[in-house]
């Protein structure tokens, strides 16, 4: 098993940052990749960025490429999402996920990742 704990979250102005992070505990040797989800109030669960430990290699949706930024600490096993130029339309409860093998095209599906964390709100006022 992973247990997955992320802290970081809060209520920021639009404009401002916040960096999220995600630390990784238990079996993390059987993972390949970190994730990032989040969800609105009223709506599905959708993809972030993900990164795989290894190699670093990153991905994200379009809608926040040029504004965040997945990274990690392989010695800590922690994973980080650097949230700049927040927007009112980023306010989500935001989830990382840990995945035990990914593929180019499932990366982005929630349910290619076993394991999650519990969730951290974050808040981005007008």
């Known amino acids: 098993q992973v247990q997955l704990v992320e802290s970081g979250g809060g209520l920021v102005q639009a404009g401002g940052s916040l960096r999220l992070s995600c630390a990784a505990s238990?079996?993390?040797?059987?993972?390949?990749?970190m994730g990032w989800f989040r969800q609105a109030p009223g709506k599905e669960r959708e993809f972030v960025a993900t990164?795989?430990?290894?190699?670093?290699?990153?991905y994200y949706t379009d809608s926040v490429k040029g504004r965040f930024t997945i990274s990690r600490d392989n010695a800590k096993n922690t994973a980080y999402l650097r949230m700049n130029s927040l927007k009112p339309e980023d306010t989500a409860v935001y989830y990382c996920?840990?995945?035990?093998?990914?593929?180019?095209?499932?990366?982005?599906?929630?349910?290619?990742?076993?394991?999650w964390g519990q969730g951290t709100q974050v808040t981005v006022s007008s």
């Open positions: 996920a840990a995945s035990k093998e990914l593929t180019l095209v499932s990366r982005t599906w929630a349910s290619s990742y076993d394991y």
């Open positions: 238990g079996r993390t040797f059987s993972t390949s990749a």
């Open positions: 990164i795989n430990w290894s190699d670093g290699s990153t």
